[in-house]
C-alpha cells in the first residue's frame, strides 16, 4: 500500500511540473506579458521571457527555423490554454533545423528565451511589428494538449 502511495504521489508531482527549467524561469520576467512588449518592443531587447501560443506558421532558412506564434496565456504549468484569449503574435527564432511538419500549424508551443529585436510582416493585409525571441528552451506541446483543462473520470467510461 505504501509503494502505491508513493507511485501514485510521484505522478502528481510529475503532472504538476513546469515545462520551462527552474534555472531558465528565474532567469526570465515571468510577469511580462505580449500586451506589454508589443507597446514598445525595444524597450525589452535583452530580456528574457516566457510565452506560448498556437503556431500560426513556420519556416526555415540558412539561419535556422522561424516560427509566427498566436499568443495564448500560459497556464501555471507553462502550457498555452485552449482559451480564445491572445494578446498579438510574436516569432521564435531557433537557431539550427527543426522539423515544420512537426513544428506546424495548430501545435501549441511554450518558448523562454531573450527578445532580440522586431521583424515586419503581414497578418492578412495589415502590417504587423513581431517581437523575435531567440529560443533557449523550446517545448512543443502534444497535440490535444490545451493547457489548463482539467480532467477527471468517474466509472470507466466517462470523463468530466
Known amino acids: 500500500m505504501r509503494g502505491l502511495s508513493l ?9 504538476c511540473a513546469h515545462v520551462i527549467s527552474d534555472e531558465m524561469r528565474a532567469r526570465a ?11 514598445s518592443p525595444e524597450a525589452y531587447i535583452g530580456r528574457t521571457v516566457i510565452l506560448g501560443g498556437l503556431i500560426a506558421s513556420s519556416k526555415n532558412t540558412d539561419d535556422g527555423t522561424f516560427i509566427e506564434v498566436l499568443q495564448k496565456p500560459l497556464d501555471s504549468q507553462g502550457k498555452p490554454t485552449s482559451d480564445d484569449v491572445s494578446y498579438g503574435r510574436f516569432i521564435i527564432f531557433n537557431k539550427g533545423y527543426l522539423e515544420t511538419n512537426i513544428y506546424a500549424a495548430g501545435r501549441l508551443v511554450t518558448v523562454a528565451g531573450e527578445i532580440t529585436g522586431t521583424t515586419e510582416g503581414k497578418v492578412g493585409q495589415m502590417t504587423y511589428v513581431y517581437p523575435i525571441i531567440k529560443a533557449e528552451e523550446l517545448r512543443l506541446h502534444k497535440e490535444g494538449d490545451g493547457g489548463s483543462r482539467v480532467r477527471f473520470s468517474i466509472g470507466i467510461w466517462h470523463a468530466f
Open 7 to 15: 507511485i501514485i504521489i510521484l505522478m502528481l508531482v510529475a503532472g
Open 29 to 39: 520576467d515571468e510577469n511580462t506579458d505580449l500586451r506589454v512588449i508589443l507597446k
